[in-house]
């Protein structure tokens, strides 16, 4: 990407996983020209690198509008990061590091003691642990491979997260502990099923929000 575009991409990109830009919200050209003080062409080529990622739509007559999530945008993530995940955590189990799995155990018991703060920083405290699961190994193509969902992943989080209650909040958590735990007991099926568990759980709360 040339230097604006991808200045663009970026700035835009992350204002729809944020949800500064809401799902079915217009983006208008000269608005974003004028405020990120470029011309119309990088806007447009962002607009199509994210319209390829499926975070834009191009709705003939409307123009580009942030995709919405639905359903079945969902139900696909969901099944996409089952299968992924499950074949990589039953991986981790059979080479980790049991004292650094051990300390992640550690970061995750210290969140519980911060249930009080808010969606947001809940989440900066703890690194996502499927992502740290899909990096343990170095495998940079799976890495890459996942790292394109992550960004459609996050964008759901964010949406739906500040509707969490604080018991699925303190649930989350608990499932978290539970994947560390089998780690630590070099267990492959107890891995596993724990993190198909943590998806399957996810899965249905967020659509009981849709």
């Known amino acids: 990407m040339g230097n604006k575009k991808t200045t663009v991409y970026e700035k835009l990109k992350k204002k729809i996983i944020d949800g500064s830009l ?18 119309k062409t990088p806007i447009r080529e962002a607009l199509r690198q994210l319209e390829r990622e499926r975070l834009v739509e191009n709705i003939p007559g409307r ?60 989440f900066k405290e703890i690194e996502d642990i499927q992502l740290f699961l899909i990096t343990y190994h170095g495998n940079k193509k799976l890495s890459e491979t996942y790292q394109g969902l992550l960004d459609h992943i996050k964008r759901i989080r964010f949406h739906f997260g500040r509707k969490f209650s604080q018991q699925r909040y303190a649930e989350i958590l608990t499932e978290h502990i539970e994947v560390l735990d089998a780690l630590i007991a070099g267990d492959e099926n107890r891995s596993e099923k724990a993190i198909q568990n943590h998806l399957r759980n996810a899965e249905a709360y967020i659509l009981g929000l849709s």
């Open 63 to 122: 123009g580009s509008t942030v995709a919405n999530i639905s359903f079945q945008d969902i139900r696909e993530i969901f099944e996409i990061r089952e299968i992924i995940e499950c074949g990589a955590v039953k991986r981790v189990a059979m080479t980790c590091d049991v004292e650094e799995i051990s300390e992640r155990k550690k970061e995750v018991e210290f969140a519980v003691t911060q249930m009080e703060k808010s969606y947001e920083t809940l």
């Open 22 to 39: 809401q799902p079915g919200s217009p983006i208008n050209e000269n608005e974003y020209a004028k405020d990120l003080k470029v011309s």
